[in-house]
């Protein structure tokens, strides 16, 4: 379900203090959207407020943990009293973990789930109702990545994590396919963000050269979270299913379709030269 127009709609997007989040928030202020941000980060989300009302925007922000059922629940009936149903949810909130599975303790585990898979279920159980009941064209946005249609070594949690909301995604697809409410998957590739920059997400065994190799390569190679930002506003004009943006999303893709084995030997190449490995 195509929205044309982007005008005085409702868009409410998680994880919005930084990064993809943020640049989507941005890019949606550019249509002339109305922007319901949240975030656990709540010096982020005032900077990016302030930002965005000094451009002309109307912004609306939010202190919520994705992780939090009854805070997101409460957060829902709280903006569907203030502002109606939204007409675009993008579930961005998420977090990535490196390190070898063996080599990695079992506590990062639950946090990268209950943010990257959770987050999404709470975001989607909490908010489609309303969207269902408003009536009209409405979308919902799950981001997922890249590592959903096929991983890199030293990312087990966060490639299962996204797996998982790739499926949650299809699924959703088929339910809500008798309603107004598309579901669009988004699969960014390589991003340069400050993902691999938190030390808090990587496993102890992973060596400062290797983090600084890592970071090189995502400053080098890695696209812009602008790029991401627009590929999701043009999938809401065109009511896409599927975004692949970045380099290698699209790739892999493609060579998936083709040899599993062929993708891994790829794959593996390629992560002994960047410090996957």
């Not at 709540?42 to 609306?60: D, N, W």
């Not at 709280?78 to 109606?84: E, I, L, N, R």
Request: charged fraction near 15%.
């Amino acid at each position: 379900m195509a929205i044309a127009d982007l005008n005085h709609k409702k868009v409410l997007i998680t994880g919005a203090a930084s990064g993809i989040g943020r640049a989507t928030a941005l890019a949606f202020a550019r249509q002339g959207a109305t922007l319901l941000l949240c975030d656990v980060d709540a010096q982020g989300l005032e900077a990016l407020r302030q930002q965005l009302v000094s451009a002309g925007g109307t912004c609306f922000t939010y202190c919520t943990d994705v992780t939090d059922a009854v805070g997101m629940a409460t957060l829902a009936a709280q903006v569907h009293f203030a502002h109606g149903a939204v007409d675009v949810l993008i579930n961005n909130a998420g977090i990535g973990y490196l390190g070898h599975f063996l080599d990695s303790d079992l506590k990062h585990w639950q946090r990268v789930m209950n943010i990257n898979l959770m987050g999404v279920v709470h975001g989607c159980y909490s908010f489609i109702p309303h969207m269902i009941e408003a009536g009209g064209p409405r979308q919902v946005i799950n981001v997922a990545s890249a590592a959903a249609l096929f991983p890199s070594p030293s990312m087990a949690a966060y490639a299962a994590s996204k797996h998982a909301v790739y499926g949650l995604s299809e699924v959703l697809k088929m339910e809500l396919s008798d309603t107004q409410v598309q579901v669009t998957t988004v699969c960014p590739g390589v991003i340069n963000t400050p993902i691999v920059a938190n030390h808090g997400n990587i496993a102890p065994s992973v060596g400062s050269e290797q983090i600084a190799r890592l970071q090189d390569y995502y400053q080098r190679k890695g696209c812009s979270p602008d790029q991401v930002a627009r590929s999701m506003v043009r999938a809401v004009q065109e009511g896409r299913d599927l975004v692949l943006v970045g380099p290698f999303a699209r790739l892999i893709f493609q060579l998936r379709r083709i040899s599993v084995g062929l993708l891994r030997r790829v794959v593996l190449n390629d992560a002994r030269k960047i410090g996957y490995l």
